[in-house]
C-alpha cells in the first residue's frame, strides 16, 4: 500500500514501540492517530509527532467504540490499526495472582479484539484495511513466569489466524509482527530487570519493520515476520 495520506491508528502509541511506529508512519506521509492512557504523555506524543491524541483504554469496550468513531470523524476513514497496547507481569504459577493475570488479559486480548473488531466493520464497509498486531516471541514459546504475558500473546497469535481466515475475503490484511526483546519502558513498567545496550532490538526496528510489511503491494501480505537482535550480548 501507499502510506502516502493514509489513515492509521497505533495503540498505546505514547511511548515505546507505539511511538516509534506513529513516528516512523508519520514520516512515510501517513496521517496518524495514537492511543494512550496517561495522558500526559500522550499530549507529548501528540504534539513532538504530529498526530491526534485520544486519551482511551483498549480494555474498555466503550473507549474502543469511541475510539474509532473519533479516528473517523477526525481523520475522514480508516486505513490501518495497529494493535500495540500491552502491559506484562511476570510471576510464577504459585505466586500468580487473579488480578494481575486478568488485568494482563484484558489489555493484551480482550483489547485487541475490541479494537480489532470496531476497525473490521469500518474495513468491510470499505472493502479494505490493513490489521498488525504487535505479539512477541512470547506467542511461539514458553518460559517460566510466563503464565500471564506468554498466554496473552499465544491468544494474540490466535486471534490473528482467526481474523485472517474471516476477513481475507474483504480485502482485509491481517499481520502479525513478534519481537524479541526491544530496549523500552515495558520492562521497568512489568518491574523486570533490563540490561540495555546498542546490541538490542530498538523501538525504530520494530517500526522499520511494520512499515515494510505495510508497504508491500496490497495483492499480497506477510501472515507473520519475527524480529530478532543479530547479537544482543547482555
Request: charged share 20%; aromatic share 6%; proline share 2%.
Amino acid at each position: 500500500m501507499d502510506l502516502i495520506n493514509a489513515t492509521a491508528l497505533i495503540t498505546g502509541g505514547s511511548s515505546g514501540i507505539g511511538r516509534a511506529i506513529a513516528q516512523t508512519l508519520v514520516f512515510a506521509g501517513a496521517k496518524v492517530a495514537i492511543t494512550g492512557r496517561n495522558r500526559e504523555r500522550l499530549v507529548d506524543a501528540e504534539k513532538a509527532l504530529g498526530v491526534y491524541g485520544i486519551n482511551a483504554d483498549v480494555s474498555k469496550e466503550a473507549d474502543a467504540v469511541r475510539t474509532i468513531e473519533e479516528v473517523v470523524t477526525e481523520l475522514g476513514h480508516l486505513d490501518i490499526l495497529v494493535n500495540n497496547a500491552g502491559v506484562g507481569v511476570f510471576q510464577e504459577l504459585v505466586a500468580q495472582d487473579l488480578a494481575s493475570f486478568e488485568s494482563v488479559m484484558a489489555t493484551n486480548v480482550t483489547g485487541a479484539m475490541l479494537m480489532g473488531r470496531e476497525a473490521a466493520k469500518h474495513f468491510i464497509t470499505r472493502n479494505q484495511g490493513n490489521i498488525v498486531n504487535i505479539a512477541s516471541t512470547a506467542a511461539v514459546r514458553g518460559a517460566p513466569r510466563g503464565t500471564a504475558y506468554y498466554a496473552s500473546k499465544f491468544a494474540l497469535r490466535g486471534m490473528t489466524e482467526c481474523w485472517r481466515a474471516e476477513l481475507r475475503k474483504h480485502n482485509i490484511r491481517v499481520m502479525l509482527v513478534n519481537p524479541s526483546e526491544v530496549v523500552t519502558n515495558f520492562f521497568e513498567t512489568a518491574n523486570m530487570p533490563q540490561h540495555a545496550n546498542e546490541a538490542k532490538l530498538q523501538p525504530e526496528d520494530i517500526a522499520h519493520a511494520v512499515k515494510s510489511i505495510l508497504e508491500m503491494n496490497d495483492r499480497g501480505f506477510t501472515t507473520e515476520l519475527t524480529v530478532f537482535a543479530t547479537n544482543p550480548h547482555d
